[in-house]
C-alpha cells in the first residue's frame, strides 16, 4: 500500500522504514538512502555546533535535489528535504518531487557534484557561485545563513557514507531496487 | 585596446615619467574602451590615468555608469587633458563643440550639489553625464576621487586630485553618435549568450539582490575580510553591516550601469537620527569594511552617512577608511595623542570620531592635513615607527580582501603596477573560486590559504583582467562567463581575428607595459611586498595562523613574467611582447 505525503500514516512508516533500515543496513551506508537520511538527522539533532551557528530567528526548509543517473542507479530526482526552523533540525526526509520542489530553497547538483561537496572536493558556495550548484530561494536570508549552511554540509560529511563511484555492480542494482521499493511504498515519484 | 592599457602607451609616447603628479605637465587621460558604448553586458566602464599623486607610480581608476558610453556618442574615445587652468573651469563636450567654461559659481560644491547644478544647466535637450571632483579634489586631498553622474567612483590612485590641480572642476558631456559592431549579426548572438550567463550566474544573482557588499558575510567565513586595522580575524558586529542587512533595512531600490543586466548598485537612504542621509548611492563592500570592520564599527548606519561624505567631498571610501583606521592604530600605540588630532579620541568603534576625520580631510584641517596624504605619506611624517602600521603597496592602501585568507591575492597586492589593487585582474574572483576560466588555463580549483600554485593564476588572471580592462568590460560580468565569450565580444565589436590566446597574449603586453611605466617612475623590487600588518598571523578568525609564503610566489612569478632581480621585466621578454621601446627606456633610466 503506498502512503500519502503529509499524513501521519506516512510520517510513521517513514520512520519505522528508517529505523529499519538502519539496524539492517550495513555501515557506511549509502548516501541519500533512508538510513543515511536518518544517520544525517540524528547528527544535527545532537550537533552543539549546528544549534550554535543556527540563527535564532531561522524559517524554512531546505531541500537537496539530487539529480537522477541511472548509471548509479538512481533512476528518478531524489529530494532530501530539511525541516530547519529556528537553531534545530527537526526532521530529514526523502519527499515526493511535488513537495520538495516547493522547499524555500532548493539546492539542485549532479550525483557527481554532490559526491564531490560529501569528499570535501567541491565547496557548497564555491560550488553555487560557479553554478555547479543550483540554488532556488532568497539569497539574502541564504547569505545571512551561511553559517549554518555550510555546518549542514560539514555535518553530511562527517556522518560519512558510501559513495556512488565505490559502489559493485550488485550495489548500484541494490540501490536501484530500494529507489523502487521506496518510492512506490511512499509516493516519492 | 583602450582603457588604461592605451592611455598608459599614450602616457609613454608622450610625457616623461619624471613628471610631478600635481604638476600641470602630468596629463589627466580619460579612456575608454572599443566594448564601451556598445549594448553588450558590461560595457560601460572607461579608466582616468595619470602619474598617481597617492603612490608616485602610474595611476589608473576605473569606472562603471553612464560617461563612458556618452563619451563616445560624442565621437570621442578619450580625452588627454594637460595643463593647468588659471582659473576654475569646466570641459562643456555636445558632439564637435568643446569649450572651457568659468567654473567660478560651482568650485566649492560638492559633488552631489555640482552634479545637479551641471545636469540641469546642459539639460535642455539631453541630460548630460558629468565627471567631476568635491572638495577633496579641489584641496588636493591625494586620495581624493573623481564622481561620475555622483553615483559611481573612480576611487583609487587620486586621480581626483590630479583634476583638482589642474582647477577642472568637472567634464560633462552629451554625444548624438552610436557605437556599431563591426560584425552585427555574430555580436547579436554574443549579447544574448553573455547576458543568459549573467541571468544564470549566482555571482550575478547575488550582486543583484545585495550588492557588492553580498561578499562580506560570505568573506567573514573565509577569513577574506580585515578587521581593526588588519590585525584582528573575528568582528561579531559583521552580519549587521553587510548586503543583507543592507538590503533588509536600508535599499530603497538596485541601479544599473549603463547595459548591464546585473544591477548592483544599491540606492540606500536612513531616514532618521544622527546619521540621517539623503536618498542616495550605496556603499559597496569595499566602503561597509573600510567604514565598518576596519574601525571595528558595525552601525551601518554610519557606514552609510561615512559613503555619502566621502562622496560629496570626492574621497576614496578604501583609502579614507584605511588612513583612519592606520590614524586608530597610531592613537592605540601613543603614536598620536590628542594633542595631535584636535581634540578627537581616535578609538576603535568610533565612528563619529571618523565622520569628523572624513571632513577634516577633505578640507585638509588639523589632523586632516597628515591624513589627506594617505598613510603611508603620513606614517613617515609621525615616524616613531609608525611605517608598521600603515597598510599600503607602494602607497596605494589594500582594498578588504586579507591575504592571509587568500594568499595569491598576497601576490597580486605586492607585484601590482598600481600598488594594492583588487580590480585590475581577475584573481579576487578565481581564487575565491567565483569563476574558473579553465579555457584560459586555470586550475577549476584553489585552496585560498595556500601559497602554492598561486603564481601561476595570479601570472594567468592578469593576461586576463588587463585585456578585459582595457576593452572595459566590468569584471563581474566577466565573472559570470567564459574566457571564450570575452575574445568573442572583442572579436565581434572590433572584427578583428580574436581568441582566447591573443586575449592572454595582449594581456600580457599591456600587464607589461603598464608595470614597465611604474618601474620607469621608480618602483623595483623592493616595493613588492606586502605591509607588516598582513604578514604577521592572526590569533583568531578563519585564517588564523596563516601567512602568505610572499618570497616563494614572489620568485615564482618574477620567473613567469620575465622580470629580473630588480624587480624590472627583462628586455627579451620585452622586446617579445612588442614593447622594444619601453625596454630602451628602462635601459636609459638604469
Same mark, same amino acid.
Given at each position: ?7 501521519? /500514516? ?13 539496524? @539492517? ?54 529530494? $532530501? ?9 527537526? @526532521?530529514?526526509?526523502?519527499?515526493? @518531487? ?7 530553497? $532548493? ?50 560529511? /562527517? ?6 563511484? /565505490?559502489? @559493485? ?11 523502487? /521499493? ?8 | ?24 605637465? +602630468? ?94 544647466? #546642459? ?7 558629468? =565627471? ?15 564622481? +561620475? ?58 550582486? #543583484? ?125 601613543? =603614536? ?13 568603534? +568610533? ?5 569628523? =576625520? ?48 587568500? #594568499? ?16 585590475? #585582474? ?165
Amino acid at each position: 500500500m503506498a502512503y500519502t505525503h503529509g499524513t501521519p /500514516e506516512w510520517e510513521a512508516a517513514y520512520v519505522q522504514k528508517t529505523k529499519e533500515r538502519m539496524e @539492517s543496513q550495513p555501515k557506511p551506508y549509502i548516501y541519500f538512502m533512508p538510513e543515511w537520511v536518518g544517520a544525517w538527522e540524528n547528527f544535527l539533532k545532537a550537533d552543539p555546533i549546528y544549534k550554535s551557528v543556527a540563527l535564532p530567528d531561522w524559517q524554512g526548509a531546505v531541500v537537496l535535489h539530487v539529480q537522477k543517473n541511472p548509471d548509479f542507479g538512481v533512476d528518478q530526482d531524489i529530494y $532530501v528535504y530539511l525541516d530547519l526552523h529556528k537553531n534545530e533540525c527537526r @526532521s530529514i526526509r526523502i519527499v515526493p @518531487s511535488e513537495y520538495g520542489k516547493k522547499g524555500a530553497y $532548493v539546492i539542485t547538483g549532479s550525483i557527481e557534484r554532490w559526491m564531490a561537496v560529501g569528499k570535501k572536493q567541491l565547496d557548497v558556495v564555491k560550488g553555487m557561485m560557479q553554478g555547479k550548484l543550483k540554488l532556488k530561494g532568497n539569497l539574502p536570508a541564504i547569505v545571512r545563513a551561511i553559517k549554518p549552511a555550510v555546518r549542514l554540509v560539514e555535518a553530511a560529511a /562527517e556522518v560519512g557514507g558510501s559513495m556512488p563511484d /565505490e559502489w @559493485s555492480p550488485a550495489q548500484i542494482e541494490t540501490v536501484r531496487k530500494t529507489i523502487k /521499493e521506496l518510492a512506490a511504498e511512499f509516493n516519492i515519484d | 585596446m583602450g582603457g588604461g592599457g592605451l592611455a598608459a602607451k599614450l602616457f609613454l609616447d608622450r610625457f616623461s615619467n619624471d613628471t610631478e603628479p600635481l604638476s600641470p605637465e +602630468n596629463p589627466l587621460i580619460v579612456m575608454t574602451g572599443p566594448l564601451t558604448g556598445t549594448t553588450l553586458p558590461g560595457t560601460s566602464r572607461f579608466a582616468v590615468c595619470a602619474r598617481s599623486p597617492l603612490t608616485g607610480f602610474w595611476g589608473v581608476g576605473t569606472c562603471g555608469g553612464n560617461f563612458g558610453p556618452e563619451l563616445k556618442y560624442a565621437g570621442y574615445d578619450g580625452i588627454l587633458i594637460r595643463g593647468k587652468a588659471e582659473k576654475p573651469v569646466y570641459l562643456s563636450i555636445a558632439d564637435e563643440s568643446v569649450e572651457l567654461v568659468d567654473a567660478a559659481d560651482i568650485w566649492g560644491q560638492d559633488l552631489y550639489a555640482v552634479t545637479a547644478t551641471l545636469k540641469e544647466r #546642459h539639460g535642455q535637450k539631453k541630460k548630460p553625464k558629468v =565627471l567631476a571632483i568635491g572638495p577633496g579634489g579641489e584641496n588636493q586631498v591625494l586620495f581624493a576621487a573623481i564622481g +561620475n553622474d555622483g553615483a559611481h567612483f573612480i576611487g583609487r590612485t587620486g586621480m581626483g586630485a590630479v583634476m583638482g590641480a589642474k582647477n577642472l572642476k568637472a567634464i560633462v558631456v552629451t554625444g548624438t553618435g552610436k557605437v556599431l559592431p563591426a560584425l552585427a549579426e555574430e555580436y547579436k548572438e554574443v549579447r544574448s549568450r553573455v547576458i543568459d550567463k549573467c541571468k544564470e550566474s549566482m555571482v550575478a544573482q547575488s550582486l #543583484h539582490s545585495m550588492g557588492t557588499a553580498s561578499s562580506l558575510d560570505l568573506g567573514m567565513m573565509t577569513g577574506d575580510v580585515p578587521i581593526r586595522n588588519w590585525r584582528q580575524g573575528e568582528f561579531e558586529g559583521s552580519g549587521k553591516t553587510g548586503g543583507p542587512a543592507m538590503t533588509a533595512d536600508y535599499l530603497t531600490k538596485e541601479h544599473a550601469c549603463f547595459s548591464c543586466p546585473i544591477a548592483c548598485k544599491r540606492v540606500v537612504k536612513v531616514d532618521a537620527g544622527p546619521y540621517r542621509t539623503q536618498e542616495g548611492p550605496g556603499p559597496e563592500y569595499e566602503t561597509c569594511c573600510a567604514f565598518g570592520s576596519f574601525i571595528e564599527n558595525d552601525n551601518l548606519e554610519a557606514i552609510i552617512k561615512a559613503n555619502e561624505l566621502c562622496n560629496r567631498y570626492g574621497l576614496d571610501t578604501i583609502s579614507c577608511g584605511a588612513t583612519i583606521a592606520f590614524a586608530m592604530q597610531c592613537f592605540e600605540k601613543g =603614536l598620536l595623542t590628542t594633542a595631535d588630532t584636535d581634540g578627537l579620541e581616535l578609538t576603535w568603534g +568610533n565612528v563619529d570620531v571618523a565622520l569628523v =576625520l572624513i571632513e577634516k580631510i577633505a578640507r585638509r584641517e588639523g589632523i586632516g592635513e597628515l591624513l589627506a596624504q594617505g598613510s603611508v605619506k603620513a606614517a613617515r611624517k609621525i615616524g616613531q615607527g609608525a611605517e608598521q602600521y600603515a597598510v599600503a603597496v607602494k602607497g596605494l592602501e589594500l582594498p578588504a580582501h586579507d591575504p592571509r585568507g587568500f #594568499h595569491g591575492m598576497g601576490l597580486e597586492y605586492a607585484v601590482g603596477y598600481r600598488g594594492a589593487c583588487h580590480l585590475q #585582474h581577475m584573481t579576487l574572483y578565481i581564487e575565491q573560486g567565483m569563476t574558473t576560466f579553465e579555457s584560459a588555463g586555470f586550475e577549476s580549483d584553489y585552496s585560498g590559504q595556500s601559497s602554492d600554485g598561486k603564481a601561476r593564476m595570479v601570472f594567468l588572471s592578469q593576461n586576463m583582467g588587463a585585456p578585459a580592462g582595457s576593452a572595459c568590460l566590468c569584471v563581474f560580468v566577466l565573472a559570470c562567463m567564459d574566457a571564450q565569450d570575452a575574445a568573442d565580444m572583442i572579436r565581434t565589436v572590433t572584427g578583428w581575428n580574436f581568441g582566447i590566446a591573443d586575449l592572454l597574449n595582449m594581456g600580457a603586453r599591456i600587464w607589461l607595459l603598464m608595470r614597465g611605466l611604474t618601474n620607469l617612475m621608480g618602483a623595483r623590487a623592493k616595493d613588492d611586498i606586502l605591509p607588516p600588518n598582513v604578514m604577521l598571523p592572526l590569533d583568531n578568525g578563519m585564517a588564523a595562523g596563516s601567512v602568505p609564503d610572499l618570497e616563494k610566489m614572489r620568485k615564482e612569478y618574477y620567473e613567469l613574467r620575465g622580470i629580473d632581480a630588480d624587480g624590472i621585466p627583462r628586455r627579451e621578454v620585452l622586446e617579445k611582447a612588442g614593447l622594444a621601446e619601453l625596454a630602451v627606456r628602462l635601459d636609459a633610466a638604469g
